[in-house]
C-alpha cells in the first residue's frame, strides 16, 4: 500500500542520518490521535524495518527518541497487545532495548549529563514494558 511505501521511505531516509527526525514526526502524528493515518498494522511494520536497520552502537539522542516512541500508547498497544507481532520479532525487540539500556549505561559512565538518571529511569520502563516471554 501506498502508506507502507511511505514508511520503507522513511526507514531508508533514517539510514541517512535522519533517524532522529523520522521517529519524532511519527511520534508527532500518534499524538495527534489520527488513528486513520497510523494504525497498529503500520506501527509494527515500522518496528520491524527499525529492528532490520538499527545496529549499535546507538546514540543517547536515538535511544531518548527511539524509548520515547515506544512509551506511546499506540505503539504498546500494537507491540504488545497483537499476535501479528512474531515471536522472533518481539525477540529482536527485546534484544535492542537491552541494547538501548547498556548504551545508556555507558553514556552515564562517560559522562555528566543531565537527564541521564531521567535516561536511565526511561529505559528501565521500556525494558520492563518491553519483557517479552518468548
Do not use: W
Not at 12 to 31: M, R, W
Not at 83 to 93: D, I, Y
Amino acid at each position: 500500500s501506498i502508506k507502507e511505501q511511505c514508511l520503507r521511505l522513511l526507514l531508508y531516509i533514517s539510514t541517512q542520518g535522519l533517524s532522529l527526525a523520522v521517529i519524532s514526526a511519527l511520534q508527532n502524528k500518534l499524538q495527534k490521535g489520527v488513528s486513520s493515518e497510523i494504525d497498529s498494522a503500520l506501527i509494527r511494520y515500522f518496528i520491524s524495518g527499525l529492528l532490520d536497520i538499527v545496529q549499535p552502537p546507538l546514540s543517547l539522542p536515538f535511544v531518548r527518541s527511539l524509548s520515547s516512541f515506544l512509551l506511546e500508547g499506540q505503539c504498546v498497544d500494537a507491540l504488545l497487545q497483537s499476535r501479528h507481532f512474531e515471536e522472533g520479532k518481539r525477540a529482536r525487540l527485546g534484544e535492542l532495548v537491552g541494547t538501548m539500556f547498556e548504551e545508556c549505561l555507558k553514556d552515564r559512565n562517560r559522562c555528566l549529563g543531565v537527564n541521564l538518571e531521567e535516561d536511565a529511569t526511561m529505559i528501565e520502563v521500556v525494558k520492563s514494558t518491553y519483557t517479552f516471554d518468548v
